[in-house]
């Protein structure tokens, strides 16, 4: 068996057994790659945020650090050290945020979990409200973001376009401008933690897993220092991702285009058959054959691709690796049980 599940499987039978705990403990997953400027702003707005909400609520914090090659690691041990509620989670090398916060889900032994960015683009000051909520009942809390201003128009465009597709194929939408900041009570980690799919898209599967469902709304700011690790190419891929592993719809599309592809043949042939009965053979048309042959051709490199998209869905799922491998491991003495 592969180290990393391994250590998924050892820690996870170890936190599922139930925990009677007198004050409730809400464990923050704080993904993190290259991020060496970031970490000391961020503990210090967090750890305010912490006091002002008082000993009503405990915390502690698991930073997953997705292979940084910077100082990152050693900035967040030399506070681990210091404090009894810093656990950290090395990543072998870079497996990406959506890995990251699998890693950071499988981990947590809170009694709720907040993922957030460590860039303060998730204002911490949110959780009192979603805490609020949590504490009247609901299983899950969304925090979503009123104004995309921080966004470029781009960005904004293309994120408009990605939920409307989404949302028209897939079983469960996505709520729009949510993104992985939310509050999740233990119940929908569990949940979470049974999803055993490769290629992941998490705000999907955060809406497929139901629950009973609050929202708080926010502004976005922008991050407060550092870069941002993301382009295109991998909001692409993620966007993808998500479609193809929540909706069998783009392959069945072709099933559609099919019949209504043999229906206008139908008609035409028909139109061929009847022109050449009363008008003669007219002159062979080289024009038509060679759009018939290249519309056809495109038509089926299309559906070859979108069948391909699947196929090597499958492939990943079936070979089973593990989303990350865990080089080591630092567990905070507040967070071990
Ligand atoms: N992140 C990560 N792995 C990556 C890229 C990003 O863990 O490969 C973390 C990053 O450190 C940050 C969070 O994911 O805490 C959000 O990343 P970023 O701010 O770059 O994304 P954006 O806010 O631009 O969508
Ligand atoms: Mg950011």
Redesign the pocket.
């Known amino acids: 068996m592969n180290p990393g599940s391994e250590i998924v499987q050892l820690r996870k039978d170890h936190h599922d057994a139930p925990q009677p705990s007198p004050t409730p403990r809400v464990t923050l997953v704080?993904?993190?790659?290259?991020?060496e400027a970031?970490i000391a702003i961020f503990l210090d707005r967090i750890t305010q945020v912490i006091t002002d909400i008082g000993p009503s609520i405990r915390f502690d914090i698991l930073f997953?650090n997705?292979?940084s090659r910077d100082k990152t690691e050693r900035l967040i041990l030399a506070e681990a050290v210091k404090r009894d509620d810093i656990s950290l989670i090395n990543f072998s090398r870079?497996?990406?945020?959506e890995a990251?916060?699998t890693a950071g889900l499988h981990h947590a032994t809170g009694d709720a979990v907040i993922p957030?960015?460590?860039?303060l683009?998730d204002p911490p000051e949110v959780m009192v409200e979603m805490i609020r909520l949590w504490q009247g009942g609901a299983k899950l809390v969304n925090a979503r973001r009123v104004r995309r201003d921080a966004d470029t128009w781009l960005k904004r465009v293309s994120a408009g376009s990605f939920y409307r597709i989404f949302n028209a194929l897939a079983e469960k939408p996505i709520p729009r401008d949510v993104?992985d900041f939310r509050l999740m009570d233990r119940e929908v980690v569990q949940a979470i933690r049974q999803l055993g799919e490769r290629s992941r898209c998490n705000k999907a599967l955060f809406a497929w897993v139901g629950f009973e469902t609050e929202e708080v709304t926010y502004e976005r700011p922008p991050?407060a220092a550092?870069?941002?690790?993301?382009n295109y190419w991998?909001l692409t891929k993620l966007a993808l991702d998500a479609i193809f592993s929540s909706s069998t719809m783009p392959l069945r599309i072709w099933t559609y285009v099919g019949v209504g592809m043999a229906f206008v043949s139908l008609f035409y042939s028909a139109f061929l058959i009847l022109r050449t009965l009363a008008f003669g053979i007219d002159v062979p048309g080289y024009a038509s054959t060679v759009i018939l042959v290249l519309v056809f051709g495109g038509l089926n490199m299309f559906a070859l691709g979108i069948i391909g998209e699947y196929v090597g869905r499958i492939y990943t799922e079936v070979r089973q690796r593990p989303l990350y491998v865990v080089r080591s491991h630092h567990v905070a003495p507040k967070a071990d049980l």
């Open positions: 704080v993904p993190v790659y290259n991020e970031s997953v997705d292979g870079n497996f990406g945020k990251a916060l957030l960015d460590v860039d683009q993104g991050r550092g870069e941002s690790q993301w991998k």
